[in-house]
């Protein structure tokens, strides 16, 4: 265990500290401001907690933890204390004259979330007077606070945020979790309701689509932006092979395979054109075959109902039991889910899987090792596209009716979102990245305007803070370890035992 | 003897450059053979053209007996030609054992379903090519750091894993880019040693690009001389050594007058 040594930090002179505070509580403000005109501040009023709302909250936080940033430069608790509370009380008046603006002067035109419906909601509903106190005072106490917060040690709040690390260190408490986890999994669902059933149906219908997508883009390294397109092959197939659209009622065991066979199929031929485009490229022709799928599912009216979609598709049954409620679709895709993460997870430590990951690697050297590179990404792209028909084939069959808009660009970028946010090439990760994406916005309605708002928010969150994912990949993890210590060429002084180990 | 490869009248073009000019080489099964050359020469560009990753515009390649003029450097490998690279290349995101189970590729027969399912038979493979693996390594003098990342390793080690990648092919040919460059003259007499038990006890034939003289007057059975992509000379070190062409390329023309 490397020791952790305080870092002494530099004193700040006290003109540069004013500096700072002033700067910070700018800062504060000014992201108050803009929660504000997006509206988002609005959504998290609603949410009331006691006396206060998720939306002062958030603010109080803000300010406490600009203040804390802020404050480090200072010398003693005074001047900390100090130093904090000028960075609140500049931010409380930033946000007390925006309030008084918006009450005084009607912002509806320009700024459609601070109009006068919305204006005395920034002064609490009270007076202007009561309100300048109120945001003053505050500010002043959660400055100082935030301020006095900056004393604890940094080696406290790592240790704090390194729980779970060392928690995952414990012997055979993994998989106790897992065991929990699927127990949970499986036993949960009936008594939760159908609400969440849907939900976690949903999170499942994604997480399929994301195994798939992990094993072109995490495993083989072939950007794919069309990926919405298997999807949309797989629930057409059954939607054509299970509803009156052309009278033909196969029975689910026969149409799922046809369906993930029909996205196979389509994942090579657009695997052959592509065979060789790497990186950017790959992307932008990827792109346009998803695009290509929808308006052909748009167009071609006569085959495949245009913009009406097909209706009436058939709920599966299995083993004469029929699924008609939203916990029946939950253990189907339960299943799937299962099958495909079990698959994923096979791959993933076989000749296969390593010769996807050197693929990626470096696709030259791969095939100077004897990896047929044709092979093996047609092999990928039909692998995934399999996986994404088979969502959505349980998508079509659990929704009753289809539409070229379900199959929309916006689908394949989601995917390929949660795959990031959860550590690509791995597989709880896609999982991780299924609930936070897909689950996540399902319960919060609230904030269903700003979803995209908070996704970008997100991603460019994770990749400053977090790049490697959620739950980063054992691969992933090894690169990113070995590159934080030995960079470059390590000292020579180790070579002379080894050299004498040879000689041996 | 037999000679294991033949390159017949190998010519190379990138636009304009000739980089390779009817160039004639042959190796002998068994033998430790160089190829050397100022840089620019097309040494890099004629392992290129001998492992597929370039077609020759004219010219054939023939591994014993076979022609492989043309085939992909993936038909190339499996036939039984492994290389290394100039700058190393290994698969950062893999552990050692991993790359070297990379390098088995061609050895290993479970497709996608016995993968999925893991058969027995599947498993009894897998299990056969780690321990080919660990025998690699040790061969290669790195026992026991089959599960550290290859960019942890020191300089010298991630060359031998390299090798012991190249080696996991079981090729009959092994093609050396440069193996000593980079290296302390305690590594290189480490390296020589390893080439030799490369060929003496796994009996595979090498040819290598080195500039380390002593590397390739040390351990080369034969020496070929490319100079602006047509060969200058050949012959045993110490015939190479004595030609008046060579040692105008290398030191320009009128040392050896001097001399």
């Not at chain 1, 993994?174 to 127990?183: G, K, Y």
């Not at chain 2, 990379?102 to 299990?127: D, K, W």
């Not at chain 2, 080696?167 to 030799?196: H, S, V, Y």
């Amino acid at each position: 265990m490397a020791v952790d040594l305080p870092v002494e930090r530099e004193r700040k002179p006290p003109l540069a500290l004013a500096a700072s505070a002033l700067r910070a509580g700018a800062l504060a403000g000014g992201i108050a401001i803009l929660l504000i005109i997006l509206g988002l501040q609005a959504a998290m009023w609603a949410l009331d907690i006691g006396p206060l709302s998720v939306g002062d909250l958030v603010l109080a936080v803000l300010v406490a933890w600009m203040a804390a940033r802020c404050a480090r430069g200072a010398g003693t608790a005074f001047g900390r204390a100090l130093v904090g509370a000028v960075a609140g009380v500049t931010a409380a008046v930033i946000y007390a004259a925006f309030a008084t603006l918006a009450n005084s002067v009607n912002l509806k035109e320009v700024l459609d979330n601070v109009g006068r419906d919305a204006a005395p909601a920034l002064f609490w509903h009270r007076s202007a007077e009561f309100a300048w106190l109120v945001a003053v005072a505050g500010g002043l106490v959660l400055g100082a606070a935030g301020a006095l917060a900056s004393y604890l040690p940094a080696r406290t709040v790592r240790r704090a945020a390194s729980v779970s690390a060392r928690v995952g260190a414990v012997p055979y408490l993994n998989m106790v979790l897992a065991i929990l986890a699927a127990v949970a999994l499986i036993a949960a669902p009936p008594f939760i309701g159908p609400f969440w059933d849907q939900t976690l149906g949903s999170i499942g219908i994604y997480v399929l689509m994301g195994l798939g997508l992990n094993i072109v883009v995490g495993f083989a390294g072939l950007l794919d932006l069309g990926y919405v397109a298997f999807f949309a092959i797989g629930a057409y197939t059954y939607a054509f092979l299970a509803s009156p659209k052309y009278g033909l009622h196969l029975p689910f065991l026969l149409a799922l395979p046809a369906g993930m066979a029909m996205a196979c199929l389509f994942g090579v031929l657009l695997g052959i054109p592509v065979l060789r485009m790497r990186g950017d490229y790959l992307a932008i022709v990827t792109l346009g075959f998803g695009e290509i799928i929808r308006i052909l599912m748009n167009n071609l009216t006569t085959l495949t109902g245009g913009p009406q979609g097909v209706l009436q598709i058939e709920s599966p049954s299995l083993f004469g039991l029929s699924a008609t409620r939203p916990l029946h679709y939950y253990y189907l895709i339960l299943a799937g889910c299962l099958l495909v993460g079990w698959v994923s997870y096979q791959l993933n430590r076989s000749r296969i899987g390593r010769a996807w990951v050197a693929m990626r690697e470096d696709e030259d050297v791969a095939a100077a090792s004897g990896v047929n590179i044709v092979r093996f990404r047609l092999l990928a792209f039909a692998t995934g596209a399999a996986f994404a028909g088979m969502g959505g084939v349980i998508f079509a069959s659990r929704q009753h009716a289809i539409f070229p808009s379900d199959f929309v660009m916006l689908v394949s970028i989601n995917v390929l979102c949660l795959i990031i946010i959860g550590g690509l090439g791995s597989i709880p990760g896609v999982i991780a990245g299924s609930v936070i994406l897909i689950g996540l916005p399902e319960v919060l309605r609230q904030f269903a305007d700003f979803r995209l708002l908070l996704f970008g928010a997100l991603l460019v969150l994770m990749m400053v803070a977090r790049p490697e994912g959620l739950i980063p990949s054992r691969r992933t993890r090894l690169e990113l370890e070995e590159a934080g210590q030995g960079f470059g060429r390590p000292p020579a002084v180790e070579e002379p035992a080894q050299v004498a180990e040879v000689r041996e | 003897m037999s000679a294991i490869l033949k390159v017949e009248k190998v010519s190379k073009r990138f636009g304009g450059l000739l980089a390779l000019h009817d160039v004639d080489m042959v190796v002998e099964e068994g033998s430790i053979a160089s190829l050397i050359g100022p840089n620019g020469a097309g040494k890099t560009t004629l392992f290129n053209v001998i492992s597929g990753f370039y077609k020759p515009d004219e010219g054939r390649v023939i591994l014993r007996n076979r022609e492989i003029t043309g085939l992909g450097p993936d038909r190339v490998a499996s036939l039984g030609i492994a290389r290394t690279y100039q700058n190393i290349r290994l698969f950062n995101a893999m552990s050692v054992l991993e790359n070297i189970l990379v390098g088995q590729h061609t050895l290993l027969r479970s497709g996608i379903f016995s993968s999925i399912v893991r058969t027995p038979q599947q498993r009894r493979e897998e299990e056969q090519a780690r321990q080919r693996a660990i025998e690699l390594l040790r061969f290669v003098g790195l026992q026991g750091q089959g599960d550290a990342t290859s960019r942890s390793l020191p300089y010298g080690a991630q060359r031998r894993v390299e090798i012991a990648r190249a080696l996991a092919l079981q090729p009959k040919l092994l093609l050396l880019d440069e193996p000593a460059a980079g290296m302390n003259p305690g590594e290189t007499e480490a390296l020589i040693a390893l080439i030799r038990r490369v060929r003496d006890t796994m009996g595979i034939t090498v040819l290598l690009i080195e500039h380390d003289m002593n590397v390739v007057m040390g351990i080369s059975d034969y020496v070929t001389v490319l100079d602006y992509g047509t060969k200058l000379a050949e012959g045993t070190p110490s015939q190479v050594r004595s030609d008046k062409r060579v040692i105008e390329a290398y030191l320009g023309r009128g040392v050896s007058t001097a001399a």
